[in-house]
């Protein structure tokens, strides 16, 4: 089994920046792919950024690409997302989780989800 805990959430002014951490206890999450997806209100959960298990590769929703970097710190057991250039329609719920499945952009071929933390985006 691994728990996720995220944090560094909070709330920002349009433009501005966070980095959201994911720390993982109970396994090595060095071989495993992982994802952060959000979740708005009244929305489904969509995916935002995945990084392979080597930390060599990473893949973005076009909505976040170029503002957004997801990185890996294995010594740490934690995945790392910098948001810059943050937008309101970036406030959401951000959540973390383990990859189980070939389709990274689909939240079934992820397992291990972290209770999320909240991301506020004011104009």
């Known amino acids: 089994q691994v728990q996720l805990v995220e944090s560094g959430g909070g709330l920002v002014q349009a433009g501005g920046s966070l980095r959201l951490s994911c720390a993982a206890s109970?396994?090595?999450?060095?071989?495993?792919?992982m994802g952060w997806f959000r979740q708005a209100p009244g929305k489904e959960r969509a995916f935002v950024a995945r990084?392979?298990?080597?930390?060599?590769?990473?893949y973005y929703a076009d909505s976040v690409k170029g503002r957004f970097t997801i990185s890996k710190d294995n010594a740490k057991n934690t995945v790392y997302l910098q948001m810059n250039s943050l937008k309101p329609e970036d406030t959401a719920v951000y959540s973390c989780?383990?990859?189980?499945?070939?389709?990274?952009?689909?939240?079934?071929?992820?397992?291990?989800w972290g209770q999320g933390t909240q991301v506020t985006v004011s104009s």
């Open positions: 109970g396994r090595t999450l060095s071989s495993y792919g």
């Open positions: 989780a383990v990859q189980i499945g070939d389709d990274i952009t689909t939240a079934q071929s992820y397992y291990y």
């Open positions: 990084i392979n298990r080597s930390g060599l590769s990473t």
